[in-house]
């Protein structure tokens, strides 16, 4: 069954709304621990600025989505539950994988090593127990700032960058990987 969402709603959202949108969505996860008790893959994209939900997210993850699908099936794990929204808070995937955690978070790092759009997918995983794993319990740095190379997080906090410079980048990430399909 397909998950791809294709209809975007550019609504600005506010921080009180991307924390509510945050707090939904963890709530939706712990449902999900409960109700499953296997690994969560939880899908969104990085998207700077108030618009969160636009063409070129859901672009982008659509690309995600697919690549993931395409990961779990290579390596053999079932999902076992599947479910995208899309809220204006931007598209979100969350997948229940009959697989070791462990081995699930390695295999999204390296999804999002190997893709020119992997630095613009989020996928976070979560063991059977709530557990967020990061890439730091592998022994990896924290992820780099799109455009000057620094922790990313501190740019963010910083606004180092605008909107406009970051939106210009995804783009033609987008499209170098449009490319790179298409020869």
């Not at 994988?97 to 613009?120: F, H, N, Q, Y």
Request: contains cysteine; charged residues 25%.
């Amino acid at each position: 069954m397909p998950l791809y969402i294709t209809s975007a709603n550019p609504t600005p959202v506010s921080v009180e709304g991307l924390l509510a949108g945050r707090d939904k969505r963890r709530a939706r996860q712990q449902a999900w621990l409960t109700r499953y008790g296997l690994p969560l893959v939880s899908f969104t994209v990085l998207a700077p600025g108030a618009v969160k939900d636009s063409a070129l997210t859901r672009r982008i993850f659509n690309r995600g989505l697919r690549a993931l699908r395409v990961r779990l099936a290579e390596a053999g794990w079932t999902i076992r539950q599947q479910r995208c929204a899309a809220p204006a808070t931007g598209a979100e995937g969350l997948l229940a994988v009959d697989a070791p955690a462990g081995e699930l978070k390695r295999a999204v790092i390296a999804l999002e090593e190997a893709s020119p759009l992997g630095r613009l997918w989020d996928f976070d995983v979560l063991t059977p127990q709530g557990e967020m794993l990061s890439r730091r319990d592998f022994g990896l740095p924290a992820r780099t700032c799109l455009i000057c190379q620094r922790d990313a997080a501190v740019c963010a906090r910083e606004r180092a960058h605008s909107s406009a410079e970051l939106l210009r980048l995804m783009t033609a990430r987008l499209d170098s990987a449009d490319e790179m399909v298409t020869r």
